[in-house]
């Protein structure tokens, strides 16, 4: 298992929420959120339904927050279409070409950004060869597993060695072997000077890869701080109340011959 990352120590963090909040009609998405990440490896750990989307589309600049200030390294993602390149940006469902291979279909993300035809095939093979999945990326992609389906969006999302990696739930569905050599590229790619976000519903994914983790439940942040002090916070005991209830006893043989007498 990777090492943890504590690579975003205080020198490094900047604050790129202030007090976000998102509505969808009467429905609020998150609230008051402020976050400070840096370089290495940030987790936000929530249940689903939690707010860990919202507040990754509000980083990328995909969605309007309806209160507060979105600031990455200094710009505004939402208004600022060039910035977006830093971004690499790994979704929690799937949005692929399924008729297309593997090869195909990050080739064709590559041609998007104006990068010559044979230029684009072999970057392609390169990202999916790294992740492991040489053997099946000329392999149309409704025939891939959950884990290739997962590898294939990474690809997707790191060929382009963005300097900021948003990936949403990363390793939900992914077999042990995906989700070991996913971790380990993560680790890598950190200690390479990336920053990263991630977003789990488990604790276990998040702390095994970095101290800094953002507690996130009903659209609030709960805490901010390092796997055990949230492991702190999980763990808090809570009063149990057991309702009384009656026990049945299926009657004995001759308990049920004296009743038919």
Request: glycine letters at 8%.
């Amino acid at each position: 298992t990777p090492k943890p990352s504590s690579a975003a120590s205080d020198v490094y963090k900047r604050q790129i929420l202030e007090q976000v909040t998102k509505n969808y009609g009467n429905v609020q998405g998150i609230s008051n959120i402020s976050l400070d990440i840096g370089k290495g490896i940030t987790g936000i750990l929530g249940p689903n339904g939690a707010g860990k989307s919202t507040t990754m589309k509000m980083i990328l600049g995909l969605s309007k927050p309806s209160r507060g200030r979105v600031t990455v390294d200094g710009k505004n993602p939402f208004f600022d279409y060039d910035f977006k390149r830093n971004f690499g940006f790994v979704p929690e469902y799937d949005a692929f070409y399924e008729h297309m291979t593997g090869a195909e279909f990050v080739t064709y993300f590559l041609r998007m950004h104006d990068i010559d035809k044979n230029k684009s095939e072999i970057m392609a093979r390169e990202a999916l060869i790294e992740l492991g999945l040489e053997e099946a990326m000329n392999r149309k992609i409704n025939t891939y597993s959950r884990g290739m389906r997962q590898k294939t969006k990474v690809a997707r999302a790191t060929i382009f060695n963005p300097k900021i990696l948003i990936m949403d739930e990363p390793f939900q569905g992914a077999d042990p072997t995906t989700r070991i050599l996913l971790m380990e590229k993560m680790t890598k790619w950190a200690e390479d000077g990336k920053t990263i976000l991630i977003s789990s519903h488990i604790l276990h994914d998040i702390q095994s890869l970095t101290d800094n983790i953002a507690l996130i439940n009903n659209g609030k942040m709960l805490a901010y701080g390092n796997r055990h002090e949230i492991r702190n916070l999980i763990n808090i005991p809570r009063p149990i109340s057991i309702a009384p209830c009656l026990l049945y006893t299926s009657p004995s043989p001759r308990d049920a011959t004296l009743s038919r007498m």
